[in-house]
């Protein structure tokens, strides 16, 4: 079980996660489908080959829900109990595709659930980096974890 429980997390913690994962046109397309997104700087090259970005800019949801998938495997495999929320979630730099992105993560916050006993909540920061080292990608993310006792 990769997932660490609540008590071994330490503020301060880091991690880059590995695999880093290469954006293709089939993500985009697919993710905007499913998500009944029609935004044309999305699926039609014409329309973003006109635009101030000259191409087609990734769904920004889908590299948002990327992020998090990226990092679970470290996170919470095993020991989620829920996630609680997700914050302070900014887009700086746009996605396009061909960028392979790189999932970071920060421990910023960890305390026992009050209302679960032998749970905590564990609060990282997200974020994500393509291949020239800009981040694309920041956010927060509130989890309800396990305890190990």
Do not use: Y
């Not at 992105?101 to 564990?122: D, F």
């Amino acid at each position: 079980m990769p997932g660490k429980f609540f008590e071994q997390w330490q503020i301060g913690e880091t991690i880059t996660h590995a695999p880093s994962r290469t954006v293709t046109e089939t993500d985009n397309l697919l993710f905007s489908a499913m998500t009944h997104n029609m935004q044309p700087l999305h699926l039609d090259a014409e329309a973003a080959r006109a635009s101030e970005f000259g191409q087609i800019l990734v769904n920004s949801c889908f590299t948002f829900s990327l992020a998090i998938g990226l990092s679970v495997g470290d996170t919470t495999v095993g020991t989620l109990i829920a996630n609680l929320g997700f914050a302070e979630i900014a887009t700086p730099a746009p996605v396009f595709l061909g960028d392979t992105l790189t999932c970071h993560s920060e421990v910023i916050a960890v305390r026992p659930s009050k209302s679960r006993p032998g749970a905590g909540i564990v609060t990282w920061r997200h974020w994500l980096t393509n291949q020239a080292g800009v981040t694309v990608l920041t956010a927060m993310r509130s989890a309800l974890v396990k305890g190990g006792a």
